[in-house]
């Protein structure tokens, strides 16, 4: 006999799987579902989907509104006019771009591929890069915070694992374990454990943080956090300095180049073109992973990428290096909380490993180096367990405590060491600059700004010396050293970019970013005059290219409903899938491609 019980329940609220399992009345949610139906049975439904593509996967898209102008470049015709009104939802979406993985992994995914490309390019050439940088030294080198106090670690002696970065499963060493006879010797000062015998697994949570809170210095780490930029900016220099005496010891000459100014000057025949990710540890101490290329010099174009002179290898290099990072020490400002200040060095883990571009079956190639620093070029505070987004004098009790777990403490230390060291002159009690009479004088050059003007004082220089007199002053050059601290409590101090590279090591993110929207406008047009492989910036045109001109004006954050998102989201996942699979599909051609011959055209 046949089943009398439907196949799906009747209503959201169901508590069995059948018509006679609840009484209640239907109920539909139509949040999500409802308005995802809703916007698929509209006639223009592709055609919302053709117009969001390029903020798709977005999770808080930026909407645009205002008017969209075609503009002939030899003319200045106006050639179209075309407003959002008439487009779907009266607004023009762009993704948020957001390098943050927590809060848009979209952004971040795409923000990652353009750092890989970034930075292997630095490495192997492309994207503008001569394919000559392969031939020169280049090292992978990491430099770590100091310690600051005992924390919970996993150290593994013996590797016996293939891959120990993502899935080491090694029996690790004990964390902390000593012998003693006396019973009291295993007790730091305030009481606690000094002593830890457990062997942490690799995603233990308890991995950084100290044996005794009271123990650490909480408030060395923030301050190590915010000097850590000016550590590395010595770092770099005191290598190129070692660099510049090994050249004078091989009897290298100086170039000779000529500066903007038209004056000839002698500089060091090698330099340093790096590349840098920070990364924060588990403990919230900042360290960095750095690609470091060695360079020639050009004596006409200053920006150039030349060879090393001859007799530089990879050793030179990691000497350098290696060199620089044991002796750059410096003391910060002096502070009520420590007249003497805080030393800022490297800590005892200094790794560096030359990088094989050549053959690519090395211990660290370039593919290596890149996707490793794209990866933690998308990641911020996660690995202390604390996101949050930029704290006030509203929000910092939510996460302050000062007897609070460890990363409360440094957010405490942050605010407690930042706070301002000076009492502030009220606005109405600065002096003002005096009101200029009424009227136009002579002409007359400024001495100091260099500005032509007709009144009788400088509109330029007033205004900045009253923009300085209204702003609280937060560089060390004007005011407390420590004031950034608040600023970035919610990074534990750390306020410098997360990937940074030297000025010649590669392109920019704005060329990638430029070149992915031109190949989006002209992606369904005839591009015969485009050579393939090459970057073109959206602002290289000719005579018979058309400008678009955008008055565009901020109109909103996210999608308008649940459904939207969803579908766009949906779309955007297929559309990765499908370019997915023709890569794999075409890396598959060629490897089974036989030498000499070309795969057949798709």
């Known amino acids: 006999m046949a089943s009398t019980l439907d196949l799906t329940p009747r209503t959201a609220l169901a508590r069995g799987v059948g018509s006679n399992a609840d009484t209640t009345p239907p109920v539909y949610d139509y949040t999500t579902a409802g308005s995802a139906y809703l916007r698929a049975t509209q006639p223009d439904y592709y055609g919302w989907l053709e117009h969001v593509r390029a903020a798709a996967g977005c999770t808080r898209p930026i909407r645009l509104a205002g008017q969209l102008l075609h503009v002939e470049p030899s003319t200045g015709r106006v050639l179209d006019a075309r407003h959002t009104d008439a487009m779907p939802d009266a607004a023009i979406y762009t993704a948020c771009g957001n390098r943050r993985a927590t809060v848009c992994p979209s952004c971040a995914h795409t923000y990652q591929r353009d750092a890989y490309q970034l930075l292997r390019a630095g490495l192997v050439g492309g994207k503008g890069v001569p394919a000559t940088v392969a031939a020169h030294p280049a090292v992978f080198a990491t430099f770590t915070a100091p310690s600051f106090g005992t924390v919970h670690t996993r150290t593994v002696k013996r590797h016996t694992c293939a891959n120990r970065r993502r899935r080491c499963d090694c029996r690790a060493e004990p964390c902390h374990a000593r012998r003693a006879t006396d019973p009291t010797a295993g007790l730091c ?6 002593v830890c015998w457990a062997r942490h697994e690799p995603g233990d949570a308890i991995l950084g943080r100290p044996l005794c809170l009271d123990c650490y210095d909480h408030g060395h780490q923030v301050v190590w956090n915010l000097f850590s930029g000016e550590l590395w900016h010595r770092t770099k220099q005191a290598a190129e300095r070692w660099l510049a005496k090994l050249a004078r010891r091989r009897a290298i000459p100086r170039v000779e180049v000529v500066t903007a100014s038209g004056n000839i000057r ?14 924060l540890q588990a403990r919230g101490a900042v360290h960095f992973h750095a690609i470091a290329r060695l360079d020639g010099v050009h004596p006409t174009d200053p920006t150039a990428v030349v060879p ?20 750059i020490t410096f003391h910060t400002p002096e502070h009520p909380d420590r007249p003497g200040g805080w030393p800022i060095a490297w800590g005892e883990q200094v790794d560096l490993r030359p990088i094989d571009t050549t053959t690519g079956h090395g211990e660290v190639t370039d593919g290596m180096v890149a996707g490793y620093l794209a990866k933690y070029a998308t990641k911020s505070t996660e690995a202390t367990g604390h996101t949050s987004t930029r704290l006030t004098a509203d929000s910092i009790g939510d996460y302050a405590d000062p007897d609070g777990d460890h990363t409360a403490r440094l957010i405490d230390a942050c605010w407690r060491i930042g706070r301002p060291t000076h009492t ?51 560089k060390p050059a004007t005011g407390n050293p420590y004031a950034r601290l608040r600023r970035w409590a919610h990074m534990l101090g750390f306020g410098g970019h997360f990937l940074t590279k030297g000025r010649r090591y ?3 993110f704005q060329l990638l970013r430029d070149t992915r929207v031109s190949f989006r406008r002209h992606e369904h047009h005839d591009q015969a005059d485009e050579h393939p492989g090459t970057l073109r910036a959206v602002d290289h045109h000719d005579d018979t290219t058309t400008l678009i001109v955008g008055t565009l004006t901020f109109a909103g954050v996210g999608w ?8 766009a989201a949906t779309a955007a996942a297929m559309a990765r899938e499908r370019r997915s699979a023709g890569r794999e599909e075409l890396a598959h051609e060629l490897s089974t491609t036989p030498t000499g011959s070309a795969p057949a055209a798709a």
């Open 189 to 194: 000062p305030h009481g606690q454990p000094s």
């Open 266 to 279: 002698k500089v060091p025949p090698v330099r340093l073109s790096p590349g840098k990710v920070a990364e």
């Open 308 to 327: 090393p002179p001859a007799g530089f290898t990879v050793d030179d290099l990691v000497g350098a290096l290696r060199h620089a990072a044991a002796q």
């Open 424 to 474: 502030p002159v009220p606005l109405s009690q600065r002096p003002r600059d005096p009101r200029p009479r009424p009227g136009f004088t002579q002409p007359w050059e400024c001495p100091d700004c260099g500005t032509h003007t007709r009144y009788a004082a400088c509109p330029v220089c007033v205004a900045e010396r009253q923009a300085a007199l209204d702003t609280e002053p937060t």
């Open 506 to 508: 590669s392109v920019t």
């Open 560 to 567: 308008h409903t649940t459904g939207d998102a969803l579908l």
